[in-house]
């Protein structure tokens, strides 16, 4: 039975679009940059570092601008989040079952904490792993950050551990891990990507997550 479940956060328990494009936004302005917001909706999921590297930024520009970043995330971009409809009532359940949740995110670990207890979520939560703010724990993929996870909760059996996200890093990360994933597409990943990434199995909502995962995987 799959009664261990990772989940991601961005883009599977909230939405955080709006703080996540508003601190991106106000990063790049300091270099001068303007970015639409569709084309910065690609960068909700990935490490933060990765992504100012694919706007052709050299390693020393990246550390400044993630530090730009962070000076309007912390106090302002972190809080313009949303949980997504259904998420508590799934949470709820699953724990009410007998699973054991933990969340496995790109994030600073630190945001992460701070977000799901603002959003009344982390009284399901058994263990966050997170990004350590230097990004060194997801500058190689999700592998690591989900194996702290896994080992947080003596996790011997990895078949029964399944990694749930919106975004190819969840699911890859699952594979490196040697556990099963599901994709869901209510977050900001496409049935494409999640597919050519490998993902056991596709959700479309919290609801068919919940029906999925309680129903044996």
Same mark, same amino acid.
């Given at each position: 039975?799959?009664?261990?479940?990772?989940?991601?956060?961005?883009?599977?328990?909230?939405?955080?679009?709006?703080?996540?494009?508003? $601190?991106?936004?106000?990063?790049?302005?300091?270099?001068?940059?303007?970015?639409?917001?569709?084309?910065?909706?690609?960068?909700?999921? !990935?490490?933060?570092?990765?992504?100012?590297?694919?706007?052709?930024?050299? !390693?020393?520009?990246?550390?400044?601008?993630?530090?730009?970043?962070?000076?309007?995330?912390?106090?302002?971009?972190?809080?313009?989040?949303?949980?997504?409809?259904?998420? !508590?009532?799934?949470?709820?359940?699953?724990?009410?079952?007998?699973?054991?949740?933990?969340?496995?995110?790109?994030?600073?670990?630190?945001?992460?904490?701070?977000?799901?207890?603002?959003?009344?979520? $982390?009284?399901?939560?058994?263990?966050?792993?997170?990004?350590?703010?230097?990004?060194?724990?997801?500058?190689?993929?999700?592998?690591?950050?989900?194996?702290?996870?896994?080992?947080?909760?003596?996790?011997?059996?990895?078949?029964?551990?399944?990694?749930?996200?919106?975004?190819?890093?969840?699911?890859?990360?699952?594979?490196? $891990?040697?556990?099963?994933?599901?994709?869901?597409?209510?977050?900001?990943?496409?049935?494409?990507?999640?597919?050519?990434?490998?993902?056991?199995?596709?959700?479309?909502? !919290?609801?068919?997550?919940?029906?999925?995962?309680?129903?044996?995987?």
């Amino acid at each position: 039975m799959k009664d261990l479940i990772l989940f991601d956060l961005d883009g599977t328990l909230t939405d955080p679009k709006e703080g996540i494009i508003n $601190s991106y936004r106000y990063a790049l302005a300091a270099f001068g940059i303007q970015e639409e917001d569709t084309s910065l909706t690609r960068f909700i999921g !990935p490490p933060l570092r990765e992504s100012f590297a694919a706007l052709g930024f050299s !390693p020393g520009e990246t550390e400044k601008a993630v530090a730009v970043y962070r000076e309007y995330f912390s106090t302002e971009g972190i809080f313009q989040n949303a949980v997504y409809p259904g998420v !508590p009532k799934m949470l709820e359940t699953l724990r009410g079952a007998g699973f054991t949740l933990c969340v496995a995110t790109n994030k600073a670990e630190v945001y992460a904490q701070t977000i799901l207890e603002h959003y009344n979520l $982390s009284q399901y939560i058994a263990y966050t792993s997170g990004d350590s703010l230097d990004g060194t724990l997801a500058s190689g993929g999700k592998k690591e950050i989900i194996r702290r996870a896994l080992e947080a909760v003596s996790a011997a059996d990895l078949t029964r551990a399944v990694m749930a996200g919106d975004r190819k890093h969840d699911i890859l990360g699952a594979k490196e $891990s040697g556990i099963a994933s599901v994709g869901v597409l209510y977050g900001y990943g496409s049935r494409e990507e999640l597919e050519a990434a490998g993902a056991d199995r596709i959700a479309g909502s !919290p609801e068919e997550l919940t029906a999925l995962l309680l129903g044996g995987f």
